[in-house]
């Protein structure tokens, strides 16, 4: 192949090198061609975190307006392309629509200054439900030629294909599969983190202080952990979320997880890992068959611990052993239990109650299975106050009785395009945060927001500070 590929991290924070960026360098040197990493995600927070620019600079993307210093931005984007040629390709990974802003600004300052072919993917290039034709944002870019080629969906096998073709395409490049994507077995050398030492944590974030093993080491940082996937997309149709429009529901044999495990653990010798789905959400029989699998492969290799979220479902659909054998193989939860009145739950299409969500943390403490941080929601368009008002009864429950909980995250609910949501407030997409209907007002969200963190918060069980989270939540 003539020319030489670079595979840029753009920015999306925190201060970590995607594992997505790992699995496509994989696909490059598996094809055994030329492909390099440049961090720009790193050198952004490098250079900016803890001045006066970081919170523009954090904003980018997700509040447009910010103002950030562009020029100075420019002049380090530049450095970090110096070796980029215009006969070179560069790969840009889009992880989300709010990473177009930087998509954007970094493809014109490529063109502009190098002249190179650019080609993108990932989730970002395009909103949840577009397909091909919907495209809009793509469309945009390629009309203005700020990029050669867009790959959308299954880049595992698209992008081999321009690899071995010689980068030979244009435009769109759309492939839509059942097929779960053949990605992950990186070898030794990629697993290992390249910033390790290097790397800028917002020590304002990430509560270090809650006195528990799970936020202590290496354990602390296990989003860092290889990720390996076992299920993609979502089975469930729960109104406020994205991933079943996003993603096909698709299951990976679970052989081929214990394997990648396996790989991991022989050839790099990690014991803590990360599963990369959205959530484990569907068949419990494959859940059970990946828990048996994990059991036998530690009692032959030693413990291995791992993380994921996980979906709650009726009582009367989980078992003992599924609890037992959670705790045996050294599975650590982080639930999306999402809300604590029924009402809710159930204008949300959840199939489980506050008496399921009970049994699940009952059963965590029973069998010892350390909530490593769960998901809660407030703000939901039905939630009245005193549908707020019942959070007191998980307070109580968790004030009162043995819990295994280590930490929990208080989400405001946003409102997805397309989502069934959309009849029941008024939504101005420039300021899609600011939506408003009967029962709640951005006011009214954030509010509900900082009663609950204050109560996690006083039980020692928040995971992130204040400050930071506010700031998101404002988005
Ligand atoms: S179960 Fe979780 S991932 Fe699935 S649709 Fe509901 S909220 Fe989304």
């Given at each position: 192949?003539?020319?030489?590929n670079?595979?840029?991290?753009t920015p999306?924070?925190?201060d970590?090198l995607s594992w997505?960026?790992?699995?496509?360098?994989?696909?490059?040197?598996?094809?055994?061609?030329?492909?390099e990493?440049?961090d720009?995600?790193?050198?952004i927070?490098?250079?900016?975190f803890n001045?006066q620019?970081?919170?523009?600079i954090d904003n980018f993307?997700?509040?447009?307006?910010?103002p950030?210093?562009?020029?100075?931005?420019?002049?380090l984007?530049l450095?970090?392309l110096?070796c980029?040629?215009n006969?070179?390709?560069?790969?840009i990974?889009v992880?989300?629509?709010?990473?177009?802003?930087?998509?954007?600004?970094i493809?014109?300052i490529?063109?502009?200054h190098?002249?190179?072919k650019?080609?993108?993917?990932g989730?970002g290039?395009?909103?949840?439900g577009?397909?091909?034709?919907e495209s809009e944002w793509?469309?945009?870019l390629?009309?203005?030629k700020?990029?050669d080629?867009?790959?959308l969906?299954q880049?595992d096998?698209?992008l081999?294909?321009a690899?071995?073709?010689d980068f030979n395409?244009s435009?769109?490049?759309?492939?839509?599969?059942?097929?779960?994507?053949?990605?992950?077995?990186?070898?030794?050398?990629?697993?290992?983190?390249p910033?390790k030492?290097q790397?800028?944590y917002d020590?304002?974030y990430i509560?270090e202080d809650?006195?528990?093993p799970?936020?202590?080491?290496e354990l602390l940082?296990i989003?860092?952990?290889?990720?390996?996937h076992?299920?993609l997309?979502?089975v469930?149709?729960?109104?406020?979320c994205?991933?079943p429009i996003?993603q096909n529901?698709?299951?990976r044999?679970?052989?081929?997880?214990?394997?990648?495990f396996r790989?991991?653990v022989t050839t790099?010798g990690?014991?803590y890992?990360?599963l990369?789905?959205?959530t484990?959400?569907?068949?419990?029989?494959?859940?059970m068959?990946?828990?048996?699998?994990m059991?036998k492969?530690?009692?032959?290799l030693?413990p291995?611990?791992?993380?994921?979220?996980i979906a709650?479902?009726p009582a009367?659909?989980?078992?003992e052993?599924e609890?037992?054998?959670m705790?045996?193989?050294?599975?650590h939860a982080?639930?999306g239990?999402?809300h604590?009145?029924?009402?809710v739950?159930h204008?949300?299409r959840k199939?489980y109650?506050w008496?399921?969500v009970?049994?699940?943390?009952d059963?965590?403490?029973?069998?010892?299975?350390?909530i490593?941080?769960c998901l809660?929601?407030?703000g939901?368009p039905t939630?009245t106050?005193?549908d707020?008002?019942e959070?007191?009864?998980?307070i109580?429950?968790?004030?009162?009785?043995?819990h295994t909980f280590?930490s929990n995250?208080?989400n405001?609910t946003y409102?997805n395009?397309?989502?069934?949501l959309l009849?029941?407030?008024?939504?101005d997409?420039?300021?899609?945060n600011?939506w408003?209907?009967?029962?709640s007002?951005?006011?009214v969200r954030l509010?509900?927001?900082?009663?609950?963190?204050d109560?996690?918060a006083r039980?020692?069980?928040?995971?992130y500070k204040?400050?930071?989270?506010y700031k998101?939540a404002?988005r």
């Amino acid at each position: 192949m003539s020319g030489k590929n670079w595979l840029l991290h753009t920015p999306r924070f925190p201060d970590n090198l995607s594992w997505s960026i790992l699995e496509l360098k994989n696909l490059f040197d598996k094809q055994g061609e030329h492909c390099e990493i440049i961090d720009i995600n790193h050198k952004i927070y490098k250079k900016f975190f803890n001045t006066q620019h970081w919170e523009n600079i954090d904003n980018f993307g997700v509040m447009i307006r910010s103002p950030i210093p562009v020029f100075k931005i420019i002049r380090l984007i530049l450095r970090e392309l110096r070796c980029v040629k215009n006969n070179h390709r560069v790969l840009i990974n889009v992880f989300s629509t709010e990473s177009r802003s930087w998509c954007e600004l970094i493809c014109s300052i490529i063109k502009m200054h190098i002249g190179c072919k650019i080609y993108i993917g990932g989730n970002g290039v395009y909103s949840p439900g577009e397909g091909e034709y919907e495209s809009e944002w793509a469309n945009y870019l390629l009309n203005l030629k700020l990029v050669d080629a867009v790959f959308l969906n299954q880049a595992d096998v698209t992008l081999k294909q321009a690899i071995q073709n010689d980068f030979n395409v244009s435009g769109k490049i759309y492939r839509h599969s059942a097929e779960f994507p053949s990605l992950g077995f990186l070898p030794k050398h990629l697993v290992e983190d390249p910033i390790k030492d290097q790397r800028v944590y917002d020590s304002t974030y990430i509560r270090e202080d809650i006195d528990h093993p799970a936020m202590q080491g290496e354990l602390l940082d296990i989003e860092w952990a290889p990720k390996i996937h076992f299920s993609l997309g979502c089975v469930k149709q729960c109104t406020f979320c994205d991933i079943p429009i996003l993603q096909n529901w698709i299951t990976r044999p679970v052989d081929d997880v214990i394997n990648e495990f396996r790989h991991y653990v022989t050839t790099t010798g990690r014991r803590y890992y990360f599963l990369g789905d959205s959530t484990i959400n569907g068949s419990t029989s494959a859940w059970m068959r990946l828990l048996q699998g994990m059991y036998k492969l530690q009692q032959e290799l030693g413990p291995i611990y791992w993380n994921s979220q996980i979906a709650v479902k009726p009582a009367n659909r989980t078992s003992e052993e599924e609890f037992e054998l959670m705790n045996k193989t050294n599975f650590h939860a982080s639930p999306g239990m999402d809300h604590v009145s029924d009402k809710v739950l159930h204008h949300m299409r959840k199939k489980y109650t506050w008496e399921d969500v009970l049994y699940y943390i009952d059963m965590y403490a029973k069998h010892n299975v350390w909530i490593r941080d769960c998901l809660w929601l407030v703000g939901y368009p039905t939630e009245t106050e005193d549908d707020f008002a019942e959070y007191t009864k998980l307070i109580d429950r968790l004030d009162n009785k043995k819990h295994t909980f280590v930490s929990n995250i208080v989400n405001v609910t946003y409102i997805n395009r397309n989502s069934p949501l959309l009849e029941l407030v008024d939504i101005d997409w420039n300021d899609p945060n600011r939506w408003t209907c009967d029962n709640s007002t951005p006011e009214v969200r954030l509010q509900r927001k900082r009663i609950l963190d204050d109560e996690f918060a006083r039980i020692g069980k928040l995971k992130y500070k204040h400050k930071d989270t506010y700031k998101r939540a404002l988005r």
